[in-house]
């Protein structure tokens, strides 16, 4: 545990190590016990696990010491996840003229922001104002919301000047898609304010975000004979900026929609915007970092992945053969991550989207066949053949009423592929805490282990 951070990231209850970077739907830090133990009684030491699946890379951050974890994630922001809690060695730490320099790149974006978009910075700054003689109203807040600009808004919004609504324009955007890296970076500031974030914290996140490819694209390359290195850097900074917005997320734990102002959550909406975020994402690095120095592993580099879970197989198919396990932990409900987790993605992209629907979401994103009622039989017997003729065992965890109802119906598709006797069912009791929703839900977690 660790005491520097506002959020326990560590705990060791469960003899496995967790390390949260953003809540995650389907993350299995509730059932860690569960299934690492089945793939430790699987495994011996310096052993191969493939982590077909890795989303936040629960497992591999738990085994990671014990294993060679070879891992994959069809979203990008998985792997830089997975590169931070696998392979990242806080030595040299994020500090000194390393952080000096990034605080500098992040007042020049952050200048430029101020004056590009001041005509909202400033209205929001009264109205988030904490000064005793100002109380503002959840009609002002809600209006002030609702009628703010951002590309791609279908309709005008009343109030603005012109020459403010053009700084949302396509055209702009158009601009800073063609020209990788135009300065400012603004997509936050013209995507998401008063969403997800208020105007201030888009500016912030987008000063950060330039920060952070400012240092590893320019100052870190002349600095590596101090150690530093960019890559990794570069997924550390960007796994603490994930954090950032996940606890700033006004939402329970996604990003699928943003709470609308009204009376009841006026208060809590205006007390997340007020989060300043520059000292949060500090306090992030300072901890990932300490708590990542706790957690060193033999076996790196780790390999990590970002493709669909098929090309991956074929691409790393020497790894698959050798391999003593191939876990896979896929979605099992209908909703797509590529939607829920679509902000978190954007900001690792930083490539300025097409968006649609009241959520904002990025218009490319990715339909995963397990996902679907008519294609998941489908896309599970791709596993199941390739971890067969590979002579590998296979581990997958399933949660009871998903796309695949319940024990019975995995099973009969487990059988198109493998002898009854080669399949091993486990099963624990669970409650999902189903983000955004109080109340909680019973279920049971399986696991099914298909021996080669
Ligand atoms: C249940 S989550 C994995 C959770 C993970 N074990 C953890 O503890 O954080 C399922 C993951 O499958 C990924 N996914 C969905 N379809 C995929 C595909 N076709 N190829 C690769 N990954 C895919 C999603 O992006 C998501 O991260």
Not at 74 to 100: C, H, W
Not at 108 to 124: A, K, Q, Y
Not at 356 to 374: C, I, L, M, N, V
Request: aromatic share 12%; net charge positive.
């Amino acid at each position: 545990m660790n005491n520097n951070t506002n959020q326990q990231e560590i705990s060791d209850g469960s003899s496995y190590p967790t390390l949260v970077v953003t809540k995650y739907m389907g993350s299995k830090k509730a059932i860690l016990p569960f299934i690492a133990a089945e793939l430790e009684r699987l495994t011996d030491p310096g052993d191969i696990i493939v982590d077909l699946m890795a989303g936040t890379h629960t497992i591999g951050f738990a085994l990671k010491s014990r294993c060679r974890i070879v891992a994959n994630d069809i979203q990008r922001y998985s792997m830089v996840i997975g590169q931070t809690l696998l392979n990242y060695k806080p030595d040299p730490r994020f500090d000194g003229e390393a952080l000096n320099h990034f605080k500098r790149y992040y007042t020049v974006n952050m200048r430029h922001l101020e004056e590009l978009f001041g005509p909202g910075l400033s209205v929001e700054r009264s109205l988030l104002s904490t000064k005793s003689n100002r109380h503002t109203t959840w009609t002002e807040y809600r209006d002030f919301c609702e009628s703010y600009p951002y590309f791609m808004r279908p309709e005008r919004p009343p109030g603005w000047d012109e020459d403010y609504l053009i700084t949302f324009s396509r055209q702009r955007v158009e601009a800073y898609r063609t020209l990788n890296k135009l300065e400012p970076y603004n997509l936050f500031s013209l995507y998401y304010p008063n969403s997800y974030l208020g105007v201030r914290q888009c500016a912030e996140i987008d000063s950060l975000r330039y920060a952070t490819d400012k240092l590893c694209d320019e100052w870190i390359p002349d600095h590596e004979n101090e150690g530093y290195r960019s890559f990794e850097l570069r997924c550390l900074l960007l796994s603490a900026l994930i954090g950032v917005l996940s606890r700033a997320n006004p939402g329970p734990g996604h990003w699928a929609a943003f709470p609308r102002v009204n009376q009841k959550n006026c208060n809590y909406l205006i007390t997340q915007r007020r989060i300043p975020l520059l000292e949060l994402f500090l306090r992030k690095v300072r901890s990932f970092e300490e708590n990542l120095a706790e957690q060193d592993s033999r076996f790196t580099p780790h390999i990590t992945k970002n493709e669909d879970y098929e090309v991956f197989m074929e691409e790393v198919h020497e790894y698959i053969r050798k391999a003593r396990v191939i876990y896979l932990d896929p979605p099992y409900s209908q909703g797509h991550y590529s939607r829920f987790y679509h902000l978190i993605e954007t900001l690792v992209r930083y490539d300025y989207p097409e968006i649609s629907h009241a959520g904002r979401y990025r218009t490319d994103r990715h339909q995963s066949p397990f996902a679907h009622k008519e294609k998941v039989a489908g896309a599970l017997g791709i596993v199941c053949k390739t971890a067969r003729a590979a002579g590998t065992t296979l581990v997958i965890s399933y949660s009871r009423g998903g796309i695949i109802p319940d024990q019975k119906a995995f099973v009969k598709i487990l059988r198109g592929f493998y002898p009854r006797k080669k399949i091993e069912v486990k099963r624990i009791s669970s409650e999902h805490s189903k983000l955004g929703q109080a109340r909680r839900m019973k279920t049971e977690e399986y696991i099914f282990t298909c021996l080669p």
